[in-house]
């Protein structure tokens, strides 16, 4: 790459106003200025731009030779557009700035934006190209806007008496559709011979190839389409973006094959748990299927024989529980017909001798005056026949004891008491 300080001389004048160049001549300068002055920055990091104006109240440099692009832009912002351009004052001005530069083996270059009518003589233009070329200083010309007054033919001489060895360029941009930024991109100015012209062909050669794809409507060979040459914030924004994007799609991924492992892991678990029982079932099945084979076990024989005689040991003691209800049921039942009758006679004779049951004693002699009741009552007695002597016998003291009761006391006789 070519070592080079360039001054950019810009056109300020009140022709600056019009809008034929999208969107006005000063604002299409000034883009054009911003391409070649990070052109120029980034092919030799050691190469320095300056800028200066060419109207106004005067011409005035605003940076001397620098490599800060910051500097230079910062420069461009807000400048005062009026008056006339003084193009020869401006070249010398720019030639002056350019001997003072502090590397001295940095060549010299000045770019001039002419965008109004040249009103300089013909002949001062070729003296001041005269001393240019003594010098060694390039010139490069970018002649738009106004025509008049015979103006591409005072720049033309400019130029062929400051060439040397094709190292000045001149491009003449017609007011048109044409961006002037499309039309310097791809003239000598950018492209130069490499040796000793412009000293950025490379840089010049990749922003053309840039704004050729995209006038054919196709993609540059840079990420995201941005040449990091031109913009190189917005492609290490649009680089680190990409790279984040990248990240959580990998730990995105990372995470779903981890959560399908561990799935994976749950699944198996389940089905070795699964097998297990079914193992264990199995083992239990075979275990009966060989204590049936094997026939019935001694220990399960003992155990059964202990539980029988518990059952028996509790079913005697229910046994003798009930035994004294039994035996005195049996010495009811055989309790003798006689026994009986006596029972039923002392009871009689207790009724009788309640107090206040005169009615009853009457109506009980009569119950044991009908035969027919008193046979059909003992032959409902278990045990007792009521033909039997001894339950007759029975019978007929208690009637007899009843009359006697009927007639009561005898009375004694006076001759007694």
Not at 186 to 196: K, L, M, R
Request: aromatic share 2%; charged share 25%.
């Amino acid at each position: 790459m070519v070592l080079e300080a360039t001054m950019i001389c810009v056109d300020n004048s009140e022709w600056m106003r019009n809008g034929d160049y999208s969107p006005t001549r000063f604002q299409a300068q000034a883009d054009a200025i911003n391409l070649i002055c990070g052109a120029k920055t980034q092919s030799n990091p050691e190469n320095t731009v300056g800028i200066m104006t060419t109207a106004g109240k005067g011409v005035r440099v605003l940076v001397t030779p620098t490599s800060d692009f910051g500097k230079i832009l910062a420069s461009m912002h807000g400048l005062e557009v009026g008056g006339e351009m003084n193009l020869t004052s401006s070249v010398q001005i720019a030639q002056l700035a350019l001997k003072h530069r502090q590397n001295k083996k940095q060549q010299q270059r000045i770019i001039v934006f002419t965008g109004s009518p040249v009103k300089s003589d013909k002949k001062i233009l070729e003296v001041i190209g005269k001393k240019l070329k003594k010098n060694n200083v390039a010139l490069d010309i970018v002649d738009f806007g106004e025509d008049d007054d015979g103006k591409s033919e005072k720049l033309d001489a400019l130029l062929a008496s400051v060439n040397s060895n094709e190292n000045s360029h001149i491009v003449h941009v017609p007011a048109g559709p044409n961006v002037l930024t499309d039309v310097l991109i791809s003239s000598a100015i950018f492209t130069g011979d490499g040796e000793a012209g412009s000293g950025f062909a490379a840089a010049a050669a990749a922003s053309a190839a840039v704004a050729a794809a995209a006038a054919a409507g196709g993609a540059g060979n840079f990420d995201f389409d941005v040449d990091p040459n031109l913009d190189p914030e917005l492609a290490l924004a649009l680089r680190v973006s990409m790279e984040e994007e990248r990240a959580r799609q990998e730990a995105a991924a990372r995470r779903a094959a981890e959560e399908t492992t561990a799935k994976a892991a749950n699944e198996g678990h389940e089905q070795g748990a699964s097998s297990h029982d079914v193992t264990m079932t199995e083992m239990t099945t075979g275990t009966k299927v060989e204590t049936a084979e094997r026939g019935p076990d001694p220990m399960e024989d003992e155990a059964a024989l202990l539980e029988q005689a518990l059952a028996m040991s509790m079913s005697s003691s229910d046994t003798f529980q009930s035994a004294p209800a039994m035996a005195a049921d049996t010495t009811m039942a055989e309790a003798r017909p006689e026994d009986q009758l006596q029972d039923l006679a002392s009871a009689l004779e207790m009724l009788k001798q309640t107090p206040g049951k005169s009615s009853g004693v009457a109506d009980m002699s009569k119950v044991l005056g009908d035969q027919n009741f008193v046979s059909s009552v003992l032959s409902s007695l278990p045990g007792v026949d009521p033909n039997d002597p001894s339950v007759k016998d029975l019978l007929a003291s208690l009637k007899g004891n009843e009359e006697e009761n009927e007639k009561g006391p005898e009375k004694p006789k006076e001759g007694e008491q």
